[in-house]
């Protein structure tokens, strides 16, 4: 569907750039809903910085947030228990209720694409 590229910006700081594979959807589409996903606010997603093509391949490229996703954390350290668990599911759920406040309904929310870790301040 899309492949994922570690990048430095403009300014030497990490981004994530997505490319998504020709064919696989509308340049316009994609764009579009990525412009939703700008109105969710900042401590709940990582932030898009730009969006284009390349050739007919619509991109992305948004703020890189280091750290495992819970799917790896779980794997490495087993389930979380207590106030990590706690800390975890009150931070999915505000994120979760910006998302749809701000019209999009999250279709593929599983533990690969949720990343506990908290973000380093600049």
Partial sequence: MSTV???KGPEGEHVAIKLLHAGLTRAGRFLAK???????????????????????RPYVVSEYIDGPTLQEAVEEGGP???????????GTMTALVAIHQAG?????????????????EP
């Avoid at 979380?80 to 009150?90: E, F, K, Q, S």
């Avoid at 309904?105 to 380093?120: D, F, K, S, T």
């Fill in 34 to 56: 990525v412009e939703e996903f700008r109105q969710v606010s900042a401590f709940c997603t990582a932030q898009v910085i730009e969006t284009g093509t390349f050739g007919a």
């Fill in 5 to 7: 590229y570690l990048a």
């Fill in 104 to 120: 999009i309904v999250h279709r593929e929310l599983n533990p690969g694409n949720v990343l506990p870790r908290q973000r380093r």
């Fill in 80 to 90: 979380l228990r207590g106030a990590a668990l706690h800390r975890l599911a009150i």
